[in-house]
């Protein structure tokens, strides 16, 4: 797969003719040029340019009027999303395409309100209008179903990346950033994404269905990562972080609260549907651990879910590692039934199984196997009462009267 900066810098070579090469914008893709100028043509950037009058300092970092009619002098390096003012102030200095300048993003084959396409390979289908779009990479699409509503939102692409947007979506002030290559993202009809911003690595997959909103979240995805959210999922102030190689999967109907969740390396975290876990929760699936969660759980409010020990202990004597190598985390499991409720300021550790339909009272800590339809509480938690049912609802009095009274196992 082509490398856009790779790119840029076959043609700073092609071109630049001994000139002093200088780079458009001062920031970390900027820097990322210039090393690799350096490491691979021995060619130093002398100096940048940005519109930013907080970074322009005369010596390292220049207004664009500074490049006027200095052509002879200067080869200029663009790798910002295109800009006809950036063009506009080029050509009026002297500058001429190629020969005096190279702008990556100036390619555009077709662009209207529906429709564009560059040379690149890149294209976008359906009405963008209020997207500021930059393709950084070779053969990428982004589809937008109708009646979506864009505001303010920023999408950053590189290569080889498919984004679908569905019909009837709204997007307002979020981004979505592909920050590697061969990347999926979908976003079901009718869902919402506001303030919000996806961050996705190479080969991983986020698939958000119909229905869901997203406010003020921020989900990182780093490679090789697949998450399925199902429809009408509620995400609300969340920091969600998924590394290499984890799987999470959201059933239907589910709702999170502010809150951290963060699956590791090989790590496993599968929520059934009608889930709901309120106000500063941690939900963390460590390393090559599983984390599963049957459906209709509520989980209270400052409630930690966590697989491993998060540090590494050793035996002095064997100086070997005893609770956290691969094979130890893959055996360290977090099983939790159907309809279960986690009282508040609870922790679940690893190596817990609670069955279907028990009750875990506020400020325990479990970290061992409680039986359905327990009522357990302490620290470290113990079973106080058998044969409980609970309802969602308080107040009722009638235990004939909820649905969950069809699945008690006593």
Same mark, same amino acid.
């Given at each position: 797969?082509?490398?856009?900066?790779?790119?840029?810098?076959?043609?700073?070579?092609?071109?630049?003719n001994?000139?002093?090469?200088?780079?458009?914008?001062?920031? =970390?893709?900027?820097?990322?040029?210039?090393?690799?100028?350096?490491?691979?043509?021995?060619?130093?950037?002398a =100096?940048?340019? !940005?519109?930013?009058?907080?970074?322009?300092?005369?010596?390292?970092v220049?207004?664009?009027?500074?490049?006027?009619?200095?052509?002879?002098?200067? *080869?200029?390096?663009?790798?910002?999303? =295109?800009?006809?003012?950036?063009k506009?102030?080029?050509?009026?200095?002297?500058?001429?395409?190629?020969?005096?300048?190279?702008?990556?993003?100036?390619?555009?084959?077709?662009?209207?309100?529906?429709?564009?396409?560059?040379?690149?390979?890149?294209?976008?289908?359906?009405?963008?209008?209020?997207?500021?779009?930059?393709?950084?990479?070779?053969?990428? #699409?982004i589809?937008?179903?109708?009646?979506?509503?864009?505001?303010?939102?920023?999408?950053?692409?590189?290569?080889?990346i498919? $984004?679908? /947007?569905?019909?009837?979506?709204e997007?307002?002030?979020? #981004?979505?950033?592909?920050?590697?290559?061969?990347?999926?993202?979908? /976003?079901g009809?009718?869902?919402?994404?506001?303030?919000?911003?996806?961050?996705?690595?190479?080969?991983s997959?986020?698939?958000?269905?119909?229905?869901?909103?997203?406010?003020?979240?921020?989900?990182?995805?780093?490679?090789?990562?697949? @998450?399925?959210?199902?429809?009408?999922? %509620?995400?609300?102030?969340g920091?969600?972080?998924?590394?290499?190689?984890?799987?999470?999967?959201?059933?239907?109907?589910?709702? =999170?609260?502010k809150?951290?969740?963060?699956? +590791?390396?090989?790590?496993i975290?599968?929520?059934?549907?009608?889930?709901c876990?309120?106000?500063?929760?941690? @939900?963390?699936a460590?390393?090559?651990?599983?984390?599963? @969660?049957?459906?209709?759980? /509520?989980?209270? *409010?400052? $409630?930690? #879910?966590?697989?491993?020990?998060?540090?590494?202990?050793?035996?002095?004597?064997?100086r070997?590692?005893?609770?956290?190598?691969?094979?130890?985390?893959?055996?360290r499991?977090?099983?939790?039934? +159907?309809? $279960?409720?986690?009282?508040?300021?609870?922790?679940?550790? %690893?190596?817990?199984?609670?069955?279907?339909?028990?009750? @875990?009272?506020?400020?325990?800590? $479990?970290?061992?196997?409680?039986?359905?339809?327990?009522?357990?509480?302490?620290?470290?938690?113990?079973?106080?009462?058998?044969?409980?049912?609970?309802?969602?609802?308080?107040?009722v009095e009638?235990?004939?009267?909820?649905? !969950?009274?069809?699945?008690?196992?006593?």
């Amino acid at each position: 797969m082509k490398d856009w900066i790779d790119d840029i810098i076959e043609n700073v070579y092609m071109y630049y003719n001994s000139r002093k090469v200088i780079l458009w914008g001062n920031y =970390f893709i900027s820097d990322l040029i210039r090393d690799r100028l350096k490491e691979r043509y021995e060619i130093e950037v002398a =100096f940048y340019i !940005d519109i930013n009058t907080s970074k322009i300092d005369n010596t390292i970092v220049f207004s664009p009027d500074y490049l006027y009619g200095k052509s002879n002098k200067y *080869y200029v390096v663009i790798p910002l999303a =295109f800009h006809q003012s950036v063009k506009d102030v080029l050509y009026g200095g002297g500058y001429k395409r190629d020969i005096d300048y190279y702008y990556f993003a100036d390619c555009i084959v077709q662009q209207g309100q529906d429709y564009y396409e560059d040379l690149h390979g890149n294209k976008i289908i359906g009405a963008h209008q209020g997207l500021k779009f930059a393709f950084n990479g070779f053969n990428s #699409i982004i589809v937008i179903g109708k009646n979506v509503q864009i505001k303010n939102s920023t999408f950053n692409i590189k290569n080889n990346i498919q $984004v679908i /947007i569905d019909d009837d979506v709204e997007l307002c002030e979020s #981004i979505i950033d592909c920050k590697e290559n061969n990347a999926e993202i979908m /976003i079901g009809k009718g869902s919402v994404l506001i303030k919000s911003s996806i961050n996705i690595d190479n080969n991983s997959i986020i698939k958000v269905k119909h229905n869901c909103s997203i406010w003020n979240t921020h989900i990182e995805i780093k490679k090789d990562v697949n @998450i399925l959210i199902n429809e009408n999922v %509620y995400i609300r102030e969340g920091q969600w972080l998924a590394c290499d190689n984890s799987k999470i999967e959201i059933g239907n109907r589910g709702k =999170f609260y502010k809150g951290v969740l963060t699956t +590791s390396k090989e790590s496993i975290l599968k929520i059934g549907q009608d889930f709901c876990i309120m106000w500063t929760y941690q @939900i963390v699936a460590d390393e090559y651990t599983s984390i599963i @969660i049957g459906d209709d759980c /509520i989980i209270s *409010y400052d $409630v930690k #879910i966590r697989s491993s020990d998060g540090h590494s202990i050793f035996d002095l004597k064997t100086r070997k590692n005893v609770n956290s190598t691969k094979k130890i985390s893959k055996s360290r499991k977090i099983l939790i039934g +159907s309809h $279960v409720w986690v009282g508040m300021c609870s922790i679940i550790l %690893y190596n817990t199984k609670i069955g279907n339909g028990s009750i @875990i009272g506020a400020t325990s800590l $479990v970290k061992s196997s409680i039986p359905n339809n327990c009522m357990a509480a302490g620290i470290p938690a113990y079973v106080r009462k058998r044969d409980v049912a609970w309802a969602r609802q308080n107040g009722v009095e009638d235990i004939q009267e909820e649905w !969950d009274y069809r699945n008690i196992d006593c």
